[in-house]
C-alpha cells in the first residue's frame, strides 16, 4: 500500500537539503525541494533566514527544531495524492515525478506510463480515479520501468542541456 512516510524519505533524498538561488534553477533558493521563489510564504523560510547568518549555515538546518516536520507536512498537504496506489514504490516514484514537475505534465507522464503498458487512460494532464484505477491495474514492476522510461523521456524532450544528465539520473532512481 501506498506510504507517505516511506515515499518522503525518497523524494527528500533525491531533493538535498539547502541549495543557493542559481541560474540554472527556475526556483532559486531551495531547501528540501521547496523553492522560495514558488512558495514564498512556507513558513520554514522564517527558521532559515534566522540560522543564515550563523557561521556553520547551511549545515546548521539539520538540528532547527521542527523544519525536518514542516518539510514533510508541506510535501503531504501540496504533493500527495497517492493514498489509492497499491504498490508503496509506484506511489513514490508518482510523489517524485508531482514534486519534480508541474502537475500536469506529471499527470501526462504519469498517464503515458499507463497509456505505455496498454491502459485506455486520456492524456489529459489530470490525476484523478480513472488514472489511479489503471495504475493499480499493472504489474508494479513494469509500471516502474515505464515510469522511468516515460519521465527520462520527458526530460529529454525539454530539458536544458546542462541539467539533463542530473534529471535522466533521477528518472531511473
Known sequence: MADFAYA???VLANEGAYEAPS????????????SRRFWPNWPG????????????????LAAAPG???????????????????VDRDVAEKLLDLWVN???????????AAARGLGEQ???DGSYGPATE??????????????LRAQQAY???????????????RRAVK
Request: proline share 8%; net charge neutral; with cysteine.
Open 101 to 111: 514537475l508541474p502537475p500536469d505534465r506529471a499527470a501526462k507522464v504519469i498517464q
Open 121 to 123: 487512460v486520456v492524456l
Open 8 to 10: 518522503i524519505a525518497k
Open 67 to 85: 523544519l525536518d516536520d514542516m518539510v514533510k507536512s508541506f510535501y503531504l498537504k501540496n504533493f500527495w495524492h497517492f493514498d489509492g496506489i
Open 45 to 60: 523560510w522564517a527558521i532559515i533566514d534566522t540560522y543564515k547568518g550563523q557561521e556553520s549555515f547551511p549545515k546548521n
Open 154 to 168: 520527458h526530460y529529454a524532450t525539454t530539458a536544458k542541456p546542462q541539467l539533463l544528465l542530473g534529471l535522466l
Open 23 to 34: 541560474p540554472l534553477d527556475p526556483g532559486g533558493e531551495t531547501y528540501c525541494g521547496v
Open 133 to 146: 484505477t489503471a495504475l493499480n491495474r499493472c504489474s508494479p514492476t513494469t509500471l516502474l520501468l515505464e
